[in-house]
């Protein structure tokens, strides 16, 4: 992998790999520091790498979410999932309040979406925030497409169930 | 969008039946402003999607990805070193003729100033800096443009320190080179002038 290879299709999908890694680790600076290992491990292995990986961006996913999982399970980060909501005071954690100038509403949703289950999380997200096909899908979690489809559904069948009380 | 069109994409939406296209068309409905009262209680999703997808890396990544970077510039710095010191050993050779015949040492021929020998490294770097720079010039050029965000900044910051950093590397190994040389060059002074104090 040359220099502008690297800086042309791996770069530029940083804040993909970002949102992600802080979407299993609840974590700003885990997420931040999953994401520069991630970096520094495909220009360092991408040499050897070269001719395997045909799509650089799936390949950093996968690299991202095993990071992740490596990160949340070692160090048993909780993430921010609060039960009634409101998120959890705590400099580190991703808070979905971090955004102050969005409505009360907006908030609770987000907190609803951190609230799934991991798989159907990690389906939502990178089908309604990265806007991955749903082959894109199972080839970075390592799930069959029906799962992917299954996931979805579910998640967002929670999301609406759960809007529908909040409206209420 | 009619309210009916968005009503049945809703629909399909919480199915999971929709396209990426039709998930992009809810997106940009629901943070559009306008939206139908009877649409309001399903907006703050489509609003906390857009925000998260707004989401960015700070700065720190950035300097990962400038490191590949630092090593061309080393290889340059590198490159602007053997030159500037093929470039004084040629000079001595060509030097060290009159020398011999003249009785005062050209020393200062022989021994570039700081002054030149910056501008030297300066011409030498150059032709490389346009090739490393181009790109990513271009990239910050674009995201400023679109999003208004002061973001790039820092990052441009990050790129000028590792330049300057690296420059400040050249130089200092030009000053210890330049040492060395001005040390050799009072040996060939005294050296030249040995022989002549016999003869005379």
Redesign the interface.
Known sequence: MT??I???QV??I??K???FA?RITGSVHE??DV??EV??KV?KTAPENAENVQNWEAWCMTLTRNRSLDKTRSQSIRRTAPLDGIAEKSSDAYS?AQ?LE??D??????AY?QELPDKQRLVM?L???E?L?YDEIAEALNISMEQV?VN??RA??T??DK??TM?N | MKYEEIQALLERYWEGETSLEEERALKAYFNAGAIDDRLRAEAPLFQALKEEQLIELKTKARSVGLRPQIYQWAAAASVALLLAAGWWMLGKEKNSMPLANQPQPQIPSAMPDPETQHHEVAAVVEPQAPIINKKPAKRRVQPLLSSNQPKIDPETAIAMAEIKAALALVSAKLDKGKKQAVQKASYLDVVEKLPRKKEG
């Open positions: 220099w502008a690297f800086h042309e770069l530029p940083r804040h790999l970002y949102r802080l997420a931040e994401v520069q970096l520094e220009w979905p955004a969005s409505s509403l907006v908030q609770r949703v987000k979406m997200h089908r309604d925030i806007e096909s489809k979805l559904h967002r069948k999301i609406r809007m529908v409206v």
